[in-house]
């Protein structure tokens, strides 16, 4: 079919006859946009969600590393994992060699117990604590 055809309909009187009835939904219509507004979804095409994470230990690593090489931004809270020392140095290390090294990502480190993820395309700025926009300005 090229662009632009409309599909071809034939009537077929056994199917009329098999379903004498319209077809009803099963379940009432649910606008997930009342249900979840603040769905970590993008608005619009190409843009980055940003998603806030606890690592709690390193199983989480892998979620992480998904959002990144989806093209997401992830605030990673390490405040319970930063006291086990040798399991802390591990998370950090498979946090730069899969997003610094694989997807030429960055770590950006906020605070003391605070990671930010970000994908490739992305950059972090120096020094805009100055800036018109910051909370203490």
């Known amino acids: 079919m090229e662009d632009g055809e409309a599909p071809r309909w034939m009537d077929m009187p056994s199917i009329a006859e098999s379903q004498p009835e319209p077809v ?4 009432a219509y649910h606008d997930l946009g009342d249900l979840y507004p603040d769905a970590p979804v993008p608005i619009m095409r190409g843009e980055a969600i940003i998603h806030r994470a606890v690592l709690h230990d390193s199983s989480g690593i892998e979620t992480l590393f998904d959002w990144v090489a989806a093209g997401d931004v992830a605030i990673v809270e390490l405040k319970r994992l930063i006291h086990r020392e040798i399991e802390f140095a591990s998370c950090i290390s498979r946090l730069q060699e899969l997003i610094e090294g694989d997807l030429g990502g960055t770590l950006v ?4 117990n605070r990671l930010i993820l970000l994908p490739t395309g992305f950059a972090a700025v120096k020094g805009v604590e100055n800036e018109v ?3 203490d300005a």
């Open 24 to 27: 009803t939904p099963a379940q």
């Open 133 to 135: 926009f910051a909370p």
């Open 109 to 112: 480190q906020v605070g003391d």
